[in-house]
């Protein structure tokens, strides 16, 4: 595979992939590089036999800044950490502080000071995050918020990240990327055979969970990379972060080096858009490697 300049200064990446239980999106994060894994549900224990990764429990808060702050002999040899999931990490930044607080629980103080207090709680947490210098990949759960606020027309239901809206706010202003994958689902009319009425029921497709990148009104999303609308996740959870890596990787050369690295299509890329560059320089790497396989 030819080196590959890259032109821009590398700098980590920072992001979020939720979706709903059983999608797929810790088998996603624990395929990116030189993963180290915070965990503080338990839940990851058990990819260990099908991914190479590092792997640290944490039960409390105390123990998140001991594992950020690069208290463990595995710490300086990551490339990228991963907390899988930060629902959970939210609830610890809540149990803290009603401890520390002596709160019955985080609406105690009223008017919305605890989620203030546990928002600027997780504002330095991202802050310790980014000065680590590595990548960073936060796995959440997703929620339906039944009534999205719509000033331009009718109100309607979306999914979105399952945090509290001012760590939400934070997360998005903070992450590079933030993804949503879901599966496939087929719409279709059936009819009851009790009633003889007709109803809309949704149906999964069978196909494998797709990964959404940019925001439409069924979801939050966003990414600086041109990345295509849809991403496949497939089987193969290595290949699949490998695509997204490369609009990663493609995001750090400039124009030139893209049209270096997509040298049989010379013909027209130079006619071609940067989102355009983008993308025909992924689909080259991605067949480049399926080459070599």
Same mark, same amino acid.
């Given at each position: 595979?030819?080196?590959?300049?890259?032109?821009?200064?590398?700098?980590?990446?920072?992001?979020?992939?939720?979706?709903?239980?059983?999608?797929?999106?810790?088998?996603?994060?624990?395929?990116?590089?030189?993963?180290?894994?915070?965990?503080?549900?338990?839940?990851?224990?058990?990819?260990?036999?099908?991914?190479?990764?590092?792997?640290?429990?944490?039960?409390?808060?105390?123990?998140?800044?001991?594992?950020?702050?690069?208290?463990?002999?595995?710490?300086?040899?990551?490339?990228?950490?991963?907390?899988?999931?930060?629902?959970?990490?939210?609830?610890?930044?809540?149990?803290?502080?009603?401890?520390?607080?002596?709160?019955?629980?985080? $609406? &105690?103080?009223?008017?919305?000071?605890? %989620?203030? !207090? @546990?928002?600027?709680?997780?504002?330095?947490? *991202?802050? =310790?995050?980014?000065?680590?210098?590595?990548?960073?990949?936060?796995?959440?759960?997703?929620?339906?918020?039944?009534?999205?606020?719509?000033?331009?027309?009718?109100?309607?239901?979306?999914?979105?990240?399952?945090?509290?809206?001012?760590?939400?706010?934070?997360?998005?202003?903070?992450?590079?990327?933030?993804?949503?994958?879901?599966?496939?689902?087929?719409?279709?009319?059936?009819?009851?055979?009790?009633?003889?009425?007709?109803?809309?029921?949704?149906?999964?497709?069978?196909?494998?969970?797709?990964?959404?990148?940019?925001?439409?009104?069924?979801?939050?999303?966003?990414?600086?990379?041109?990345?295509?609308?849809?991403?496949?996740?497939?089987?193969?959870?290595? $290949? &699949?972060?490998?695509?997204?890596?490369? %609009?990663? !990787? @493609?995001?750090?050369?400039?124009?030139?080096? *893209?049209? =270096?690295?997509?040298?049989?299509?010379?013909?027209?890329?130079?006619?071609?858009?940067?989102?355009?560059?983008?993308?025909?320089?992924?689909?080259?790497?991605?067949?480049?490697?399926?080459?070599?396989?």
């Amino acid at each position: 595979m030819p080196i590959i300049k890259e032109t821009k200064q590398k700098i980590p990446f920072r992001g979020l992939m939720y979706g709903e239980q059983g999608v797929g999106k810790s088998r996603w994060a624990l395929a990116a590089p030189g993963v180290l894994a915070i965990d503080p549900t338990g839940g990851l224990e058990q990819y260990k036999k099908r991914a190479d990764f590092e792997l640290y429990r944490i039960t409390s808060l105390s123990e998140l800044h001991e594992a950020i702050g690069g208290g463990y002999p595995e710490f300086d040899g990551a490339e990228t950490l991963v907390l899988d999931e930060f629902g959970a990490i939210e609830q610890m930044v809540w149990t803290d502080l009603c401890q520390k607080n002596n709160w019955h629980n985080i $609406k &105690s103080p009223g008017w919305g000071d605890g %989620y203030d !207090a @546990a928002a600027e709680v997780v504002r330095n947490i *991202l802050a =310790a995050l980014e000065q680590t210098g590595k990548n960073v990949i936060l796995t959440a759960h997703a929620t339906v918020d039944k009534k999205r606020d719509n000033p331009l027309g009718q109100d309607y239901a979306r999914f979105d990240i399952a945090l509290h809206k001012h760590v939400r706010q934070l997360v998005w202003s903070w992450s590079d990327f933030q993804l949503f994958m879901r599966h496939p689902v087929v719409v279709a009319e059936v009819k009851d055979p009790k009633t003889g009425n007709v109803k809309t029921v949704g149906m999964e497709s069978g196909a494998t969970p797709i990964i959404c990148t940019t925001t439409a009104p069924g979801y939050a999303a966003k990414n600086r990379y041109h990345c295509r609308t849809e991403l496949p996740r497939g089987n193969e959870p290595n $290949k &699949s972060f490998a695509e997204f890596g490369h %609009y990663i !990787a @493609a995001s750090r050369l400039d124009m030139d080096e *893209l049209r =270096a690295q997509v040298e049989h299509h010379k013909a027209f890329s130079t006619q071609l858009r940067e989102d355009q560059l983008t993308q025909l320089y992924v689909h080259t790497q991605m067949e480049k490697e399926s080459n070599h396989e």
